[in-house]
């Protein structure tokens, strides 16, 4: 069985919009894009080489990977895997792209990523794909979040954790500050909420 991993960069209050790049995600009249690179370091460097390079396939958005599919092959010194991995890619606009290979989920696609998980194979890790993770919480299909928490609040944008997140509980597997900041931390899930009293 598959996990899935969800590696996200988010800020202190939980935006994952456009990390990347001033014109990644302007939707929503977004004006902050870029705000993960004044705190780039060699920790937080470190960390990305090492997770972007274990056995994995990608589970993206379609909006993700429409932003992916024109730069990682210009750019792929940077990261090769990301050229043969299997990029699994949730939309009902697109139905086929030259970046492959690229295999497109539509129709009932929380059915289709059971199936997937349920195959064998390398986990399939989550970047970006701001609406398929809301859809993926939902069902409880998240195995793991690898989170990287930068030390700003932006106020608006898409957020990690929006409403429809189900209860659920998580354990701290792994967790460091980089230098600038930037708490990394990485979490499994760890069975249903559990309360008491003081």
Known sequence: ???????????????????GGPTEDTSGDFVYGGWQVPY??????????????????????????SIWAPYWPEHSEIWPSVMSVTKYVV?????????N???????NVVDKIKTLKQGDGPNLHVYGSANLVQTLMQH???????????????GSGKR???EGTIPAAFKLMESQISPSGII?????RAGAVQTGSF
């Open 91 to 99: 939309s009902n606009t697109m139905k086929s792209h030259t970046w």
């Open 184 to 188: 990394i931390a990485n979490y499994k």
């Open 40 to 65: 780039s370091d060699d920790v937080i460097n470190k960390v990305m080489e090492r997770q972007m390079n274990m056995p994995f396939d990608l589970l993206l958005g379609r909006k993700t990977f």
């Open 140 to 154: 409880d299909l998240v195995d793991e979040f690898w989170l990287k928490i930068y030390p700003l609040t932006l």
């Open 1 to 19: 069985m598959r996990k899935i991993i969800v590696l996200e960069f988010l800020t202190l209050d939980g935006v994952i919009q456009a990390g």
């Open 101 to 107: 290979p690229s295999i497109f989920l539509n129709g």
């Open 160 to 162: 990690l954790f929006a």
